[in-house]
């Protein structure tokens, strides 16, 4: 794949990236699933079928991006395109491809267009107050807003694996104040941005 830009905007769908105005951001803009309803984006991912349906039907124009176990369903869509690869193999459950998200997947997508640096918003991992943290909850293709919210382990092991396999960009995660850190996440090409917001 070839380069886009210097700098990648990933939009996720945590509740910290709520009131940020990515209009004016600099940068290629990759949102996951139902960005698109509230950002303009460059391209989105989407590892749910019904996720790229709901994108198609609403005439999102870019580039949408899913699972190679999907893309073949859309292959009149001439704006679906399959993820590229894991840049590694591995032998547990969350290494498999399928099994990692929209979020994780997106991630590698943006490391492949080789930019400097890769912005992460509303990648915010843990739930609030052990609910779903999730802009669209209690909206279609979306749980309700009064679910456990999503285990992280899968997600903080993958977005590790990004962070790992692709040393030569500029990982920075924007959260607020009070957000934690996964343990684990000890690379020195990441960085945590504080938001204003």
Partial sequence: M??????????GNGESRLGIDFDNMPGYKIGCNAVYRD???DSLVCVDRRMVA?????NFHNTIYTRNDWVDQFRFCENVDVLPDLPYKGDKKAD???DWGSGPHACNLAATMKPQEI??????????????????KDTQNYQDADKDAVDPRFWIYQLAKCFEHYPNVQW????PSDWKKPESWNYSNLSINTLNN
């Fill in 96 to 98: 498999n491809p399928f």
């Fill in 39 to 41: 950002i303009k984006v």
């Fill in 54 to 58: 709901e994108a198609l039907e609403s």
């Fill in 172 to 175: 920075i995660q924007h959260q």
């Fill in 119 to 136: 912005h992460l918003y509303g990648f915010d991992l843990w739930g609030i107050d052990h609910r779903i943290n999730n802009i669209y």
């Fill in 2 to 11: 070839l380069s886009v830009t210097k700098r990648i905007v990933l939009i």
